[in-house]
């Protein structure tokens, strides 16, 4: 991943709140995000259950956007790489559950993915910035994990200006995700803090128009960075 900020404002819609009955139709009525967004949850690491890698696997044969997978798991130095094998352009675990995160990380590129790297709103980032090191991705939750459709916690956003802090400084290499309530209400303030992909699932999928959303959002997005890129600051 390069340094600098991406382009334009990246949309990950998250299938957790689309049709599970119809997810190949759903996937192809937001052809045109950056990658597809992917929750998978085993009751364990977070209370709720959802898809596993079947499921990824007849994703990755059904839709050409890239798969964004976020394992909310327990044991993924285990578990992790089959996602990776499966085809998942992005596969994103937590340092509260990796025992190894940075072999984990070796062994996600060798598997031909980007590695991922995801924190809880309530740990923090900075005794986990040599492991950055080692991963393409930073997501950042804004929400606890494990439902779908809850509040943004405007708190995590520290965290956002910290890892912006260090991409741009060339500390780390990788780019900043974010999850977690984002909707056209939230979205400036993270993209003004220093989100390069926003994650959305309600509303996109909750729209009428799903495509014309994930358009939306990322124009408004696009131009809270032009705000700040032209004199406001973070």
Known sequence: MSAEPTPQPMIAP?????????????????????????????????PNLTIG???????????????DCHLMIEDPDRWAIGYAEAGAYNVTVHVEAAKDPVALAKNLRAAGAKAGLSVKPNTPLEPYVDVLKHYDTLLVMSVEPGFGGQGF????????????????????????????????DTIEAAAEAGVDCFVAGSAVFGADDPAGAVSRLRDQAGRSRHRVSSGGGR
């Open 53 to 67: 890698l079947p499921v990824v696997q007849a994703l990755r044969k059904a839709t050409a956007i890239p798969l």
């Open 153 to 184: 916690i405007a708190h995590v956003l520290d965290k956002v200006r910290t890892a912006r802090r260090l991409v741009d400084t060339g500390h780390l290499t990788l780019l900043v995700e974010i999850d977690g309530g984002i909707n056209p």
């Open 14 to 46: 998250s299938i957790l709140s689309a049709d599970f009955a119809r997810l190949a139709d759903e996937a192809a009525g937001v052809a045109d995000a950056d990658w597809l967004h992917v929750d998978v949850m085993d009751a364990h690491f977070v």
